[in-house]
């Protein structure tokens, strides 16, 4: 018996039972108004956001600091989306990452997709480790919701359900749409991180764990959903480091920061993410090589070697003429120009060698296409 998280077993199978039994039978008696609707869309963000950039990237992953009325709002919706505490939440997090697809790990894909996605939940978990969430302890909010996290939660459960049920006139309504439904929505959009996120998808930054990035899986995870990159660079705030990756919580937390209520935001340079791609890439055109049969496989393999050597080396040399650039005084004029120009031709040589190297990925591409 000790074996089980009974608690947990029973009280999400209880409302998964709910809400197969009470939604067809809403849906028969009655027609929900567009109200309602959007009220439930609206706490499922809500809820979203406040495990993603609260739960995560501001505890589990200090990658900014958030302002006390922040936190406190994102400790209200992550406390409203019934997934433990913060300091929980933080602890088995850290612990994935630490131990990821190993045995340790509390949500370890190899242990099988459902196991990860939510039957983890259901088998008694370890006492946290005080040294692991040391820095958390001495976070006073996330202490006291730690501490009151189960009468918060039925309080806000109780008053989340009147509320919408007093603006919708609809009490039933908002039992069904805004406490089931939405607590359903709430648990597998989270709950795709650790199973669909580490099993479909590309790993364009790093090979040695399971966690992929997809597109589709951010649109349900608000952003979460570039996973390998988070993994491979967990100290980012951003999941999406491009501008049109869709990514939420890396909005709100800029924003947050333009207004002064988010400071120390942690981001990943893009030089080192650019070594990060360009060794990824090497080892699987390599790996892809040394796995074929071609006659030629020694000479292609000899000029991924060189081609790789050149790039990073160009790269190296541009960025640290930057860095020179930028430590020179304005009253030394000449220097700068002459480094100006130096950096306008590595520049230029840089997209050569990039156009190079992808011409060559290419190329290995296309014989294992071939083959």
Known sequence: ????DWITLVYVGGYHLGLAFFLPLYFYFYTPSLFLILSM????FACGIGITAGYHRCYSHPTYKAHPIIE?????????ATQGSALRWAYEHRMHHAHVDSDRDPYSINKGFWHAHVLWLFKARP???EKVISDLRRNPLVVFQHKHYVPLLILQQILTILFFGWLSQDLLGSFVFCYLLRSFLSHHTTWF???LAHSWGEQNFSKEHSAVDNFIISLLTYGEGYHNYHHTFANDYRNGINWYHYDPTKWLIFVLSKLGLASNLRRMNSEKIQFQLILEHKKELLKNLKQSLYDSKEDLIDRVHKQADALTKTLEDFIQKGKRYKEIG????EMKNLLKREIRTLKSKLKFEWRNWDNLSDYIYKLKKLA
Do not use: H, P
């Open 193 to 195: 991180i650790n199973s």
């Open 330 to 333: 304005r009253d030394l004029k």
């Open 41 to 44: 869309v609206g706490l499922v």
């Open 72 to 80: 406190t709002i994102l400790l209200f919706f992550g406390n409203l």
């Open 1 to 4: 018996m000790k074996k089980y």
């Open 127 to 129: 006492e946290i480790d």
